[in-house]
């Protein structure tokens, strides 16, 4: 496949950084690892490139408490909060003195095919054995090219369910309705309170166009297999049926006629002020919104509606699984086995635990088998500890993190509800351990954006149902046939 010129710019950058650092060829004596064997014995010291946040890391509780369990001291840099990417690769091709970087999906597949990436998959032979029990062989396809590993994955806190619709419940029993449990009991429901409230029952935000509505028509994720092959859920024909009766929800006063332009603190506002009763609530929103909807009505009750069962009578709901970043090693670094001995020492146990979750007793108390925060201690100490995660422990991080959902009742009481109506009905999106694929990568962004924007047209009226093949058409034209097929060869590979 034919490079981007940036791309081929950066590669010819770090290849003469590389070639051209020690001014001739590496003594005999040096190992290829850029460690020597005076420097063997002695921890180096080591410089970590972060994603931007808003702290200060080489002060922050949590680098302090790494290098205290690890005995190496880190010196942490943030990438600006713009143009990071551009930075980025101005510093890997000058060669900047750095050991580590914690990358997203685009920037590690950048570095890995700029040849910018130290293979790693000796280093975690030598001293990995910590790292090798966190992380499970799944989670290494979305960091390995080529058959090479590149970057460690950090998947995060593993497969769970973030949003669901919610109801107004007080006006269902106002009204004695039942709890709708197909798309056309929920049409009920919602021509039952637009008529007794005289308000749009149905509010969203432009971000918020697929979930429980679209999983009861069969568009659960953003990749879906059919009968072996992969399909975008822009080819699906179920994309039309969902469609439709959003449109017909649009054009019958129940869905808010402002969901194209709303955003999502305007679609909280209008249901919170009792001019929407039906709503879909991220439960990290649940706490601002329940509060605001409460100050406003202290009466007001809410309960999420159960996953809609789809044609065939069953529910099933979509998920993600993806690495949220990659840490990986450049090629110009000269420290590479410290910087994979401090990765690992990071996935030792106990020492990930206290990461995680800090000290019990001073952070953290066990009630019932769970873990909740001691506050304000937890914040205090732990509130930017996942900027300096660089791979979890994939079985125990799951359980640790709802430590952070518990600070607050209403964000714990939504989380754990979600949760339970989605128990056994979870379809994970199969390109969820995915690598960066080019194809993919490349026209990800675009592709999803144009079709969000037509999606939106069609349930608004603005486009008729009956254009969307040649939408379709028009999608697979910039970017989409060459994006479908590089997916299934990836997926016929596996």
């Known amino acids: 496949m034919k490079k981007k010129s940036s791309l081929l710019t ?11 650092c020690s001014g001739g060829s590496t003594p005999s004596n040096t190992p290829a690892n850029g460690n020597t064997p005076a420097d063997s014995d002695k921890k180096a010291d080591l410089k ?19 290098a205290e369990k690890t005995g190496y001291n880190i010196t942490y840099d943030m990438l600006p909060a713009e143009n990071a ?9 000058n060669k900047e003195s750095f050991d580590l970087m914690k990358l997203n999906a685009a920037q590690f597949y950048n570095l890995a095919t700029a040849g910018a990436l130290e293979p790693l998959d000796e280093l975690i032979e030598a001293h990995g054995n910590h790292i090798k029990n966190a992380i499970k062989p799944e989670s290494w396809n979305s960091a390995t090219i080529n058959d090479q590993i590149f970057a460690l994955p950090e998947t995060g806190a593993g497969v ?10 007080d006006w269902m029993e106002e ?16 021509v039952a309170i637009r008529d007794a409230k005289k308000i749009v029952p149905l509010t969203g935000s432009n971000d918020t166009i697929y979930g429980d509505i679209a999983a009861a028509f069969g568009v659960l994720t953003e990749w879906k297999e059919v009968d072996g092959k992969l399909m975008h859920r822009a080819e699906l024909p ?56 409460n100050d406003n009505n202290p009466d007001a009750k809410v309960t999420p509606i159960p996953y809609l069962k789809n044609k065939d009578g069953e529910v099933q709901v979509g998920a993600l699984a993806n690495t949220s970043w990659f840490i990986a090693i450049p090629k110009s670094s000269k420290n590479k086995d410290d910087a994979m001995k401090l990765l690992n020492a990071k996935l030792e146990p106990e020492t990930f635990k206290g990461m ?24 205090d100490d732990l509130n930017n500890a996942s900027s300096f995660m660089t791979a979890v422990d994939e079985v125990n991080y799951p359980t640790f993190w709802q430590a952070r959902v518990r600070k607050d009742p209403t964000l714990q009481s939504y989380y754990e509800q979600f949760q339970a109506n989605a128990e056994g009905v979870v379809v994970v999106d199969p390109m969820s351990t995915a690598p960066p694929i080019e194809a993919v990568s490349k ?34 034209a910039e970017g989409g046939k060459d994006m479908v097929e590089a997916a299934n060869e990836w997926f016929a590979s596996k």
Not at 356 to 379: M, R, S
């Open 160 to 169: 769970s369910i973030g949003e669901e619709l919610v109801i107004r419940q």
């Open 356 to 379: 995680a979750i800090g000290e019990e007793g001073v952070h953290h108390e066990v009630k019932d088998g769970k873990y909740f925060p001691i506050l304000p201690k937890f914040n």
């Open 10 to 20: 950066l590669a010819l950058g770090v290849s003469l950084a590389v070639t051209g």
């Open 443 to 476: 026209n990800m962004l675009k592709l999803n954006k144009l079709l969000d924007d037509n999606v939106l047209k069609f349930i608004a009226g603005s486009e008729p149902l009956a254009n969307y093949d040649q939408f379709l058409a028009q999608w697979h």
């Open 175 to 190: 009204l004695g309705l039942e709890m709708p449990t197909t798309t056309d009991e929920l049409y009920d429901v919602l």
């Open 238 to 293: 179920e994309m039309k049926d969902f469609i439709g009766y959003m449109n017909k929800l649009y054009t019958e006063g129940l869905l808010d006629t402002e969901m194209p332009i709303n955003t999502a603190a305007k679609a909280i506002e209008k249901f919170s002020s009792g001019r929407a009763g039906v709503y879909k609530l991220a439960w990290w929103n649940a706490g601002n919104t329940i509060n605001a909807l």
């Open 85 to 93: 990417d551009e930075k980025l690769n101005l510093m890997v091709a």
């Open 48 to 66: 970590m490139i972060m994603q931007y946040s808003r702290f200060d890391a080489n002060t922050d509780y949590t680098a302090k408490y790494i």
